[in-house]
């Protein structure tokens, strides 16, 4: 009996293994269309997709953004295909095809080659491999870099800040920017390794962050949606929210970036909690969100700027995108954005647009540029790094580097304004 107790409790055990494993989600055959509505009767027709099969939208990020004269990226699964093109011929509507592939694209992410033995700033790193990194660069550079864990997320993980700054007595004023808001947005992370890599490398040498990191401290918040992150890499590589429980629904998570008190849910959010664009049950409902606002309110008086990074559509974003009101700042917002946006494009020729978010792609409330500017950080501004759609959330690791040595010009430039214009 004991054996048989014995086996059973084995089989159960390589049961949950196998149905753990079984969880992960394959893009066999999945396409990732761009469609371009002319009339009315075309968006129409993506709302009705939307309703009637199971769609992903890559950008905008749902259904109800969709309008006449904007491009809609969308992954269609493979089972689909057919009533898609069927749906498209008849309406005339034009599209072309990005992504003939979803998941030879998942996996032709990464360059084959061994994995290196240091960390790696070319490839896209787990969250245990980037949590050691923190941990290796806080203990290797006492002087100029410490780390803050701020709390935890909603499944236990720590929230991490690097604060990055030549040691002072004195309170020094700061720089907030965060990575990693939507799970699958992996080129974001990446994006604050190499800053601190950047930053703890050129001290001392490079004149610009030699003399940033004197007179200013730059908090570093590698992922924000830690979960979420975990989960693309284990689960679900287009996953984008956090995974909290919301009761009432099966459905999991909601989006952190249509979760702060700025204009909450009230345009370009949805308050299904099945939506990718969930804005919560209420406002800093999520542990992450509520944490991260915490941090920057008890800091406000120090924190100058606030700098987040998304992907994709090379955009440089600034307040408002809950509503089509201008900021009061909007004139030198738009100058700083345009010069650092300039800067980005001097390496590699890559072309960025600046603006405000609601009128430069669309309506969104409830992100965290909106609150950080309300709350009276005035340099607020959203990344949206590389492409333009032609990869989307899937850009190879090939483009790691030129993405960030590019970017890293842009927030110089940000950087520096605003230490030469503290107020």
């Not at 800040?161 to 965060?178: E, H, R, V, W, Y």
């Amino acid at each position: 009996m004991a054996s048989f107790t014995a086996n059973m409790k084995l089989l159960l055990f390589f049961g949950l293994v196998a149905v753990a494993l079984a969880e992960v989600k394959r893009f066999e055959g999945d396409k990732v269309f761009r469609l371009k509505p002319k009339l009315d009767a075309h968006v129409t027709i993506i709302k009705d997709l939307a309703k009637s099969i199971e769609v992903d939208f890559w950008s905008p990020h749902s259904e109800d953004l969709v309008t006449i004269g904007t491009d809609v990226d969308i992954q269609i699964p493979a089972r689909y295909l057919n009533l898609v093109y069927t749906t498209l011929d008849q309406s005339a509507m034009e599209y072309e095809i990005f992504i003939e592939d979803v998941q030879s694209a998942v996996d032709g992410q990464a360059d084959s080659g061994a994995s290196p033995r240091a960390h790696s700033y070319t490839k896209y790193n787990t969250w245990s491999e980037i949590e050691a990194w923190i941990d290796s660069t806080a203990s290797s550079n006492p002087t100029l870099v410490s780390k803050q864990v701020i709390g935890n997320t909603f499944e236990g993980r720590p929230l991490i800040l690097l604060k990055i700054g030549k040691s002072s007595t004195s309170t020094k004023p700061a720089i907030f920017m965060d990575c990693g808001f939507h799970a699958r947005e992996w080129i974001a992370p990446a994006f604050c390794q190499w800053f601190v890599k950047e930053a703890v490398e050129t001290y001392g040498s490079d004149t610009e962050m030699t003399s940033l990191l004197n007179d200013m401290d730059v908090y570093v918040m590698p992922v924000f949606n830690v979960d979420g992150y975990v989960f693309s890499h284990t689960n679900n590589r287009m996953w984008r929210k956090t995974r909290s429980k919301i009761s009432g629904t099966s459905c999991i998570g909601t989006d952190p970036n249509r979760n702060f008190d700025a204009g909450w849910c009230t345009i370009g959010a949805s308050s299904d909690p099945c939506s990718d664009t969930f804005c919560g049950k209420t406002p800093e409902s999520e542990i992450e969100t509520k944490t991260v606002a915490d941090f920057i309110r008890s800091n406000k008086s120090t924190i100058k700027a606030y700098i987040t990074v998304h992907s994709y559509s090379q955009l440089l974003l600034f307040p408002y995108s809950y509503t089509y009101d201008l900021a009061a700042h909007h004139s030198e917002l738009l100058t700083v954005a345009q010069r650092a946006t300039a800067a980005l494009t001097s390496l590699y020729g890559t072309r960025y647009t600046s603006g405000p978010g609601a009128a430069t792609i669309y309506p969104a409330a409830g992100g965290s540029d909106d609150w950080a500017y309300d709350l009276g950080i005035k340099y607020s501004y959203t990344f949206e790094l590389r492409d333009t759609g032609f990869y989307g959330f899937l850009l190879p690791e090939s483009q790691i580097k030129p993405t960030c040595e590019e970017t890293m010009l842009a927030v110089k430039y940000i950087a520096t304004y605003v230490q030469k214009n503290l107020y």
